[in-house]
């Protein structure tokens, strides 16, 4: 585990945002910055650059899962929420705003390493899952658009699909481009003529 994470700290008891600091300057982590209200959530993200934020609330409502929500991004930082009790709509609902962690019976010192561990492999996995769905998106949108090209090609030029495939692959070799690039552009021109 990292020991130089930058972590920011929610906690509206100084006393209990004391302790948690300690606890994390015991457990050997050092660039640490608390805030007391989770509406200032935004802006200490802004100013401080955690890659992780614990979140300790007694009750969570629908106002701070919004908050959340709002800075919680899946590439940008994994967010470890602890609560004194919930149900299991606001579980669901935290873990869509983008929770890693959601740790219920709220936060016991001894138990602040395992959880931030817990929280940043389950963020690193989220955030891998996240990578590899966008990039299959991406590969399904290409291999449309690279079908719709061959159809124009194809109709245009009256040649089977493997000669129009042939066709815009020579194209993109002759150009220093990518299939997908050649692709792309003559459907965007079939679009404009049509």
């Keep these: 585990m990292r020991q130089n994470l930058r972590i920011l700290v929610v906690e509206a008891d100084d006393a209990k945002a004391k302790n948690i600091i300690d606890a994390l300057l015991e457990a050997g982590w050092t660039d640490l910055h608390a805030i007391a209200q989770v509406s200032g959530l935004e802006q200490s993200i802004v100013t401080h650059a955690p890659d992780i934020v614990l979140i300790d609330v007694a009750n969570p409502d629908r106002d701070t899962l919004e908050h959340i929500g709002v800075v919680s991004d899946t590439k940008s930082r994994a967010v470890a929420m602890f609560v004194d009790q919930t149900d299991p709509l606001l579980t669901q609902a935290a873990l869509a705003a983008g929770v890693s962690a959601y740790v219920v019976d709220g936060l016991q010192m001894n138990r602040i390493k395992s959880v931030i561990e817990t929280a940043i ?10 990578s590899e769905l966008d ?56 679009d404009l003529m049509s």
């Design 121 to 130: 492999a389950r963020f690193q996995m989220m955030r891998q899952m996240q």
């Design 135 to 190: 990039a299959a998106k991406k590969a399904l949108e290409d291999r449309k658009t690279i079908d719709r090209a061959k159809g124009i090609v194809m109709r245009r030029r009256s040649i089977s699909e493997d000669e129009a495939y042939k066709l815009m692959r020579k194209a993109a070799m002759d150009q220093g481009r990518k299939v997908i690039d050649v692709a792309q552009a003559l459907v965007t021109a079939a």
